[in-house]
């Protein structure tokens, strides 16, 4: 799960150049064992069903941000699809995508240029730009069967909101480029798609500069309720039903 644990700097000996590997699935033995449990003791329609394998996947999110977006992509009833800004490894997406089947039918499109988040960045400079996340990221929506529910958009979320087709978002969950600029680019752009009775997730909320994003934006979206920030790294937000 932590991304650190997975990250390997790997030196070339003949050009003495590096770069930056990151694994995107691992279980350790004791994982395995409790994921046999787990699918034995839970129906497929909760997430502790799949919870010790979904652990395998590399990511930020926590057990409880994944178990609250998976159930807000089973249970709102709200109409169109799924979209997240920034899936990296798939962690989030895979939730959301596990939800979505629960609920018995939808995509969830994954927008993200996996080129790497500003987090990576700020850690290793001009190292975190000599990886990509997509292969780890497809391997793991193969390895969840999720194939026909997950729509991989290979694209900055700029250029994704540009040819997107205008169909309306019941569940849009941002967690791309973490600077004012890109968070307000992303509510606006997308925000503007979620329908009546759909919501909104913003990850790493406690964040200033996506806090400050949120804010500034989302009375212009009109509709959205209070935003709701229990876990105070990530908000869910409502837009009002009809
Ligand atoms: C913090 S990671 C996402 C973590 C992921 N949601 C998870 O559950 O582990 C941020 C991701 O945003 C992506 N990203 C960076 N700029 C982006 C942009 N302009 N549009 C969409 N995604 C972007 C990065 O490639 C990176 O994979």
Same mark, same amino acid.
């Given at each position: 799960m932590n991304v650190e644990a997975r990250t390997t700097i790997l030196r070339d000996a003949r050009t003495g150049a590096s770069r930056l590997a990151i694994a995107g699935f691992g279980q350790t033995r004791a994982e395995r064992a409790a994921a046999m449990v787990a699918r034995i003791r839970y129906p497929s329609s909760r997430f502790e069903h799949h919870l010790p394998r979904w652990n395998g996947i590399t990511g930020w999110l @926590? %057990?409880?941000? +994944?178990? *609250? !977006? &998976? /159930? !807000? =992509? *089973? $249970?709102?009833d709200a109409v169109g699809e799924v979209v997240?800004? $920034? @899936? %990296? &490894? #798939? *962690? @989030?997406?895979? =939730? !959301? +995508? !596990? #939800?979505t089947r629960a609920r018995g039918g939808g995509k969830v499109y994954g927008v993200d240029p996996h080129t790497g988040g500003i987090g990576l960045a700020q850690q290793y400079g001009p190292l975190a730009q000599s990886f990509s996340s997509l292969g780890p990221f497809l391997q793991n929506i193969v390895r969840f069967g999720l194939e026909d529910v997950i729509v991989p958009l290979v694209l900055p979320s700029a250029r994704a909101a540009e040819v997107w087709p205008g169909r309306p978002v019941r569940l849009l969950f941002? /967690? #791309?480029?973490? /600077?004012? /600029?890109?968070c307000s680019r992303d509510m606006l752009a997308w925000g503007r798609w979620v329908s009546p009775g759909g919501g909104i997730v913003v990850h790493d909320y406690d964040w200033a500069e996506v806090r400050r994003a949120v804010e500034d934006h989302l009375p212009k979206l009109g509709g959205f309720g209070a935003i709701e920030a229990e876990d105070p790294n990530m908000a869910v937000v409502r837009r009002e039903a009809q």
């Open positions: @926590s %057990a409880r941000q +994944g178990a *609250r !977006l &998976f /159930d !807000l =992509a *089973r $249970g709102l997240e800004i $920034g @899936s %990296a &490894f #798939g *962690r @989030s997406t895979v =939730a !959301l +995508g !596990l #939800g941002i /967690d #791309g480029w973490h /600077d004012y /600029d890109e």
